[in-house]
């Protein structure tokens, strides 16, 4: 059985404006960002007391 989720994986529209919005709603900041791929550091989340880390992706083009 799982004891923590240490990431977790999005694949977004708009990787910028994903990356600002989960950093705010998550009152942090983006910890790497460029036009590939994000990342948002999200501490103590309660399905993690340790923090979890939300990797932002491209979403293919549909």
């Not at 900041?29 to 309660?46: C, I, K, Q, S, T």
Request: aromatic share 12%; charged share 15%; hydrophobic share 45%.
């Amino acid at each position: 059985m799982f004891k923590h989720i240490e990431s977790v994986i999005l694949f977004v529209p708009d990787i910028g404006a994903a990356a600002r919005w989960y950093a705010d709603l998550l009152g942090t900041g983006v910890e790497h960002e460029n036009p590939l791929y994000a990342f948002v550091r999200a501490p103590g989340l309660l399905i993690d007391p340790f923090g979890c880390t939300i990797g932002l992706n491209q979403a293919p083009k549909t």
